[in-house]
């Protein structure tokens, strides 16, 4: 089934929301994907709610629904790159800070990209989907998560983190595994940087050939 990505710029408004809900029911219902409904239209409710919330109401905004291997991709643009969602420990009682919690307890990771004039926020939800031509990339990132998953359970002093991980732990755990390694090959008497050098060149060849 061939799922083409569903894009649509809209102004953050309370009153969109349930269209934009609708919607996704909709496209997600086309593609075959009703087991995640409930899941992304939260997301897309509090995605924009953030957006209403925290950048203004009436900021033009746009919402794309695609998919990644086998992960629901759903990303809100907005032009505001200084308002970054975070999460909150919000009290039970609390009327609002719930948001990304509720992205996080409901997905498989979340991010924020800034960009030149805007900023996406991203969440994935798994499918169950088989992953398509992920080639070698994709044992890669097993094996990737699953050694970022220890260096995060070091940094918070819990046991090792499987299934959701939040993107900016992970990219602090990530940081963290490529310091320690660059220590490492400092100690034996390597050169980092041609280390790094032939590592960005064995990742750009896989990538390509994926790609081909």
Known sequence: MTRTPWVVEFTALEEEVAALRHNVRTHLGAWGLTEVVDEAQLCVSEL?????????????TTLAV??????????????DTRALPTLMAASVDAEGGRGMAMVEAVTDRWGVQLLADRKVTWCELATG??????????SRIYRAEAVIGLYGAKKTGNGPRRGRLGTTEGEEAAICVITD????LRAHGRDADDVLDRAQMRYESEVFEVRA
């Open 129 to 138: 989907l088989p992953s398509i031509r992920t080639g070698a990339g994709g």
């Open 66 to 79: 695609l998919m990644r291997g086998p992960f629901l991709r759903i990303e809100v643009h907005d032009p």
């Open 181 to 184: 390694l660059l220590h490492w």
């Open 48 to 60: 924009v709610a953030n957006v209403i919330t925290h950048v203004g109401t009436g900021t033009p």
